[in-house]
């Protein structure tokens, strides 16, 4: 992986991203050794999280480093302290920062004025761990990712922007069905499509149709964080998208099931499809930590070979 930071799927091409796979299944497989023994990662969490802060933790642990973590209410960055300033000072005292902001313009900005490397551990534009950690999964249970039809249902939400940069990198045809008013932004789409890589993206409304030749059917919460006040007057849009029997009826029959966590269960998703055979759902959330420990490694020089 040549970037120095990674703020964006988009700073990935077809060959970067398939190595980081490639090393995540490695150290999932060998174990990774202290390869970052003595450097320190800097968590910013301006949104609450599980997954994120375990697995970035975890990570730097099994990597031999060191994590600090701080939540919004400490940095308070952009109104304690402007951006730029804790860039720098967290430039002299730690090797990389992992954050995760409500602005996606925050986040550049700590990448533009940092000396070591950032990662995006969520904003609202993407969450690129959290696809890397898919393919990852979708890798292990396929072997290959070449051709494989991947249907997201629900809003073009940062899950569904990463997935779908993420998915014409590595070949992946990936599909989101989502209400009207709801889909990927038209800029997504066409930036997208002009990636290397071989994938697809299309953008549909009917959700039945979306899954028929699904290998994969991914959904996530009809109201992202940050959004929650609109959950209530976004359910009668959503209601057709969700992830049930009836829905999955409508897939192949050995179609897997796929959520980033944490499911609103009775909402996108119903407690029979995600409790199924099906589901590799907490497959996915493990992964989140093999892929992260093979960014930090490769981001900060030690990644194996």
Not at 154 to 165: D, K
């Amino acid at each position: 992986m040549s970037p120095r930071d990674l703020t964006s799927i988009l700073d990935l091409t077809p060959d970067s991203l398939a190595r980081l796979l490639d090393v995540s299944l490695g150290m999932k497989r060998d174990g990774s050794g202290p390869l970052l023994r003595g450097q320190t990662l800097a968590l910013i969490f301006e949104k609450p999280s599980l997954r994120t802060r375990v697995s970035f933790e975890m990570a730097m642990h099994r990597l031999g480093g060191h994590s600090i973590y701080m939540g919004g209410h400490e940095v308070l960055m952009g109104d304690r302290e402007p951006v730029r300033d804790v860039a720098r000072v967290l430039s002299r005292m730690v090797q990389a920062v992992a954050a995760r902001t409500y602005q996606h313009s925050t986040l550049i900005e700590l990448a533009e004025y940092a000396d070591v490397p950032v990662v995006n551990a969520l904003t609202e534009d993407e969450h690129p761990c959290q696809a890397l950690a898919d393919l990852l999964t979708l890798r292990e249970r396929f072997g290959s990712l070449t051709g494989l039809r991947l249907t997201y249902l629900g809003e073009g939400n940062n899950v569904a922007r990463s997935l779908a940069y993420a998915s014409v990198l590595a070949g992946v045809h990936f599909t989101c069905a989502s209400p009207e008013g709801f889909a990927l932004p038209d800029d997504v789409l066409e930036r997208a499509r002009a990636l290397p890589g071989g994938g697809s993206v299309t953008q549909v409304h009917d959700a039945h149709e979306a899954v028929r030749d699904a290998a994969v059917v991914y959904t996530d919460v009809w109201a992202s964080m940050g959004f929650e006040a609109e959950l209530d007057s976004r359910k009668e849009h959503f209601r057709p998208y969700q992830m049930n029997a009836d829905l999955m009826a409508s897939a192949p029959a050995d179609a897997l099931v796929m959520h980033d966590l944490p499911a609103h269960r009775g909402e996108e998703i119903t407690d029979e499809v995600i409790e199924s055979s099906r589901s590799v759902v907490f497959e996915q959330a493990e992964n989140r930590m093999h892929v992260q420990q093979a960014v930090l490694a490769t981001l900060l020089g030690g990644s194996p070979g």
